[in-house]
């Protein structure tokens, strides 16, 4: 058990529609990650913040939105939902923000758009 | 842009049969070299951290050494329950995101 928790660990949707994905991260840690994995493109990294304020972004679409909170949680919000939005969406967190921070990641939510 | 390609694909072992997994990157400045482990669904799992060549880290029956080049994942007398996709990583410049391997598939075999 990683400390990083997400919810929920999966979700069924029909294209079109909206979903929130929801990451609780490492008790201390500061920095929250968003990531996609799908078969094709392998783990891609989607959004990154710190401490509330957006820190870096990846190959995230304009129709993918994230926000850290006060108390370090992070929503990853997904509209105009597509089939091929269909992955796993993984977040991870680390103490701060830097190239030698280890990045832990929970569980992931499987996201299914039909 | 970062590049990091891992090899074999998929790698088939009998318990107890050593081998190596292979992770070659290409990057502007190596800031570190993270392995993950994945179980089928899950998360990956963080296993080591290697930040300058030469370093060398082991935990249980996995060793693994970093290069210039590249970095290798030495599985030692694998054991069934080693079976899992690993995963192989780098920072970019500011630490913000890490790019990933494909991945090697481990299939242990009793």
């Known amino acids: 058990d990683s400390g990083v928790t997400q919810t929920p660990k999966h979700l069924i949707t029909a294209t079109g529609q909206r979903v929130t994905l929801r990451c609780s991260p490492r008790?201390?840690?500061?920095?929250v990650y968003w990531y996609q994995q799908s078969l094709d493109q392998g783990l891609q990294f989607l959004i990154q913040?710190?401490?509330?304020?957006?820190?870096a972004k990846g190959n995230i679409l304009e129709r993918f939105s994230a926000q850290q909170f006060p108390d370090l949680h992070s929503e990853l919000n997904l509209s105009s939902l597509e089939l091929g939005d269909s992955a796993l969406y993984f977040c991870?967190?680390?103490?701060?923000?830097?190239?030698?921070?280890?990045?832990?990641f929970g569980p992931g939510t499987r996201l299914l758009v039909l | 842009e970062d590049q990091v390609t891992q090899s074999p694909e998929a790698l088939r072992l009998q318990e107890g049969e050593s081998s190596s997994l292979n992770c070659s990157y290409t990057?502007?400045?190596?800031?570190?070299l993270f392995w993950y482990r994945q179980d089928p669904g899950k998360g990956p799992e963080f296993l080591f951290t290697?930040?300058?060549a030469g370093e060398e880290k082991e935990k249980e029956r996995l060793k693994a050494t970093l290069t210039k080049k590249e970095s290798f994942l030495h599985i030692t007398a694998p054991k069934p329950e080693d079976s899992a996709t690993y995963l192989c990583?780098?920072?970019?410049?500011?630490?913000?995101?890490?790019?990933f391997g494909g991945g090697t598939r481990l299939m242990v075999k009793p």
């Open positions: 991870a967190s680390s103490v701060a923000a830097g190239g030698r921070e280890t990045q832990y």
């Open positions: 008790s201390g840690d500061l920095s």
């Open positions: 913040y710190y401490n509330g304020e957006e820190r």
């Open positions: 990057v502007s400045g190596l800031r570190g």
């Open positions: 290697l930040y300058s």
């Open positions: 990583a780098v920072p970019d410049n500011a630490g913000n995101m890490l790019t």
